[in-house]
């Protein structure tokens, strides 16, 4: 579906990506691991257009095989492409609801449709009405339906991550970018959060995953990639992902069992 091919993006002269490719297939999902500051958010800002590469090309694949070029578009164009994104830092607007913050998401490929339906054109109300509909049902589909009239500056991190998911979800993307999910959780939010991975995969929503967390590559992805210093070092599946020595390296030292 997605394929960067040599990518390579510097800032002040330090090489943040140098020569990065992959490919994520349609339906599937791909977990690109990495300590911090190995390129893992740098990647998404590439593919999501809040940055564009030094060299290197991002091509977008439709079912017939048709190919386009999407680096250096205006992130805008990404979404209205069906690609959306989450953020490490979540970037919740304080006082909204739950419900709220997932309706936003769900006018992200309709340019101006927001401003009709706040100030009541006919049409657009109609258009506020499935948006609200949209929302709850992605609310229920990270399991928060219950809560879409609460403040989410008031959960946590975890609950508040899941938001951030149903947001994204609610632009109806064929390929989802996840930032860092799985910072700041416990165990069984991890757990949790896998499970829903694997439940946007089957439903044939493409999925990238940019995580350190082992244990969440692990459960969910069916490729893994593994960055250091802005460079692949390994790939494969995630066992072989992580056994890979320059892994191992990268994350235990020399000689450390995974």
Known sequence: MLQLANISKSFAGVAALAGVSLAIPRGSALGVLGPNGCGRTVLIDLISGHLAPDAGRIKLSDPDGSALEIDGLPAQDIIELGIARTWQDIRLI???????????????????SLLGAMIGLPASRRDMEVARARALQMLELVGLADRAASLPDRMTRGEQMRIGIARALASQPDLLLLDA??????????????????????????????????????????????????RVIASGSPSECFAAPAVQQAYFGTGAAC
């Open 181 to 230: 999910p799985a910072a700041g959780l416990g165990e069984a939010e991890i757990t949790e959060l896998a499970a829903l991975v694997a439940l946007l995969r089957d439903a044939a929503i493409s999925v990238l995953v940019a995580d350190r967390s082992m244990k969440l590559i692990a459960q969910c992805c069916d490729v893994a990639v593994a960055l250091d210093a802005g």
């Open 94 to 112: 304080g006082g909204l609801t739950a419900l709220d913050e997932v309706v936003l998401g769900g006018f992200a490929r309709r340019r101006g």
